[in-house]
């Protein structure tokens, strides 16, 4: 209960254009994005991030997914798997969250912006948009990329069940090396553990 109440305060020193420009009609794609930001801070830390790079995180982690705001809504809630045409059209919402980003006129949001743009590149170059590969991809796009998996995974979806903590882990241990960064997942893995056991 307390480790929720420090997370509410957290939020609450997001800058506050920051906060209005999250113009999610979706409110499961609101809370999804809160989520991954509260916990991206809690890996942030243990990435040893400067102060300057944990505000660029909690931005670029709290509007991961505002480009989705440009995606017609038929395709983001449709019920059942998207067909290889509609994950071309959601694959675009990261390079339309760079700009919505980048236009906040709120300090760091250009900075943030970039990794926006980043976080579904792979470790082994096969994510999107540019195809980035181990070290070019920028670390907070990193820490966004494994806590947006996670969050991901373990929410209800329309077209399966949800995944438990430990199905999760799982999952993602098998991507470590090709989807995710493996000093990164390490981190992750020790801090998710912490966060899970405190809910
Ligand atoms: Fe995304």
């Not at 930001?37 to 990435?47: D, M, S, T, V």
């Not at 982690?61 to 509609?86: C, M, Q, T, V, W």
């Not at 996670?150 to 399966?160: F, V």
Request: aromatic letters at 10%; glycine letters at 4%; proline letters at 5%.
């Amino acid at each position: 209960m307390q480790q929720n109440t420090h997370h509410t305060e957290s939020i609450r020193d997001y800058p506050s254009s920051v906060v209005s420009s999250q113009g999610y009609s979706n409110p499961e794609t609101q809370f999804h994005s809160i989520r991954v930001a509260l916990l991206a801070e809690e890996l942030g830390r243990a990435c040893n991030l400067s102060r300057d790079n944990m505000l660029k995180l909690k931005i670029a982690a709290y509007l991961h997914d505002i480009g989705k705001a440009s995606i017609p809504e038929f395709i983001l809630n449709k019920p059942s798997k998207l067909d290889d045409r509609e994950w071309v059209v959601v694959k675009r919402h990261s390079e339309y969250g760079q700009k919505l980003v980048s236009q906040l006129n709120t300090p760091y949001c250009k900075e943030a912006s970039f990794y926006v743009r980043h976080h579904h590149e792979h470790w082994d170059g096969s994510g999107y948009p540019d195809r980035l590969c181990r070290q070019s991809i920028p670390i907070i796009s990193s820490i966004i990329s494994l806590v947006d998996c996670y969050e991901a995974i373990t929410e209800l979806k329309p077209y399966r069940n949800r995944f438990n903590h430990d199905q999760a882990i799982k999952i993602m241990e098998n991507d470590v090396g090709t989807k995710f960064d493996p000093y990164i997942s390490k981190l992750f893995f020790s801090v998710i553990d912490d966060y899970h056991s405190e809910i």
